[in-house]
Antibody, heavy 116, light 107 residues
């Protein structure tokens, strides 16, 4: 069974940093691109970032480019999102998702709240 | 960026109704489109991939169609567990973009 479990969310002040993790199991992690998608409270879904299966290529939404960094550790079957210079508008539930013809399986999400 | 215009934003329907939701892309995206269902407090669940392929385990009352710029999700006979919000997602070109969502409510 495919499982994706996010962690690392919490309350952070504007300008602060946070690192999200996503632990994957139930599939061969090294075969899949992985994604981060977020959802602000009461709002729709927004794609954040992507990393290819071997980690050689990344892509970011304009709203996070230069502030967020996606990475992965294939030996640990884990995906990460380093978030710096956080803003109030980054407040959201962050989901990691596996990629097969677009995101197929999603984790349950972790809430990031940026507030003073 | 490719804009995904989803309609309607909400609809009221009864169990057994046929429901249709549309997504229009601002430029051609071939069939690089998925449909997702989300219930309150839960992660999205993929229903359809490649515009018209049914995700494994998803009931056959869900179907997708379209290619290029016009796409449709159809629920042939709405069931109680189908009341939720539905999103389309284009993954043809970065940045990937979602439709605004369609909330399907009880009539």
């Amino acid at each position: 069974e495919v499982q994706l479990v996010e962690s690392g969310g919490g309350l952070v002040q504007p300008g602060g940093s946070l690192r999200l993790s996503c632990a994957a199991s139930g599939f061969t992690f090294t075969r899949y691109s992985m994604y981060w998608v977020r959802q602000a409270p009461g709002k729709g879904l927004a794609w954040v970032s992507r990393m290819t299966s071997d980690g050689s290529d990344t892509a970011y939404a304009d709203s996070v480019k230069g502030r967020f960094t996606i990475s992965r550790d294939n030996a640990k079957s884990s995906l990460y999102l380093q978030m710096n210079s956080l803003r109030a508008e980054d407040t959201a539930v962050y989901y990691c998702a596996r990629g097969y013809n677009g995101p197929d399986y999603w984790g349950q999400g972790t809430l990031v709240t940026v507030s003073s | 960026d490719i804009q995904m215009t989803q309609s309607p934003s909400s609809l009221s329907a009864s169990v057994g109704d046929r429901v249709t939701i549309t997504c229009r892309a601002s430029q051609g995206i071939r069939n690089d489109l998925g449909w997702y269902q989300q219930k309150p407090g839960k992660a999205p669940k993929r229903l359809i991939y490649a515009a018209s392929s049914l995700q494994s385990g998803v009931p056959s009352r869900f179907s997708g169609s379209g290619s290029g710029t016009e796409f449709t999700l159809t629920i042939s006979s709405l069931q109680p567990e189908d009341f939720a919000t539905y999103y389309c997602l284009q993954h043809n070109r970065y940045p990937w973009t979602f439709g605004q969502g369609t909330k399907v409510e009880v009539k």
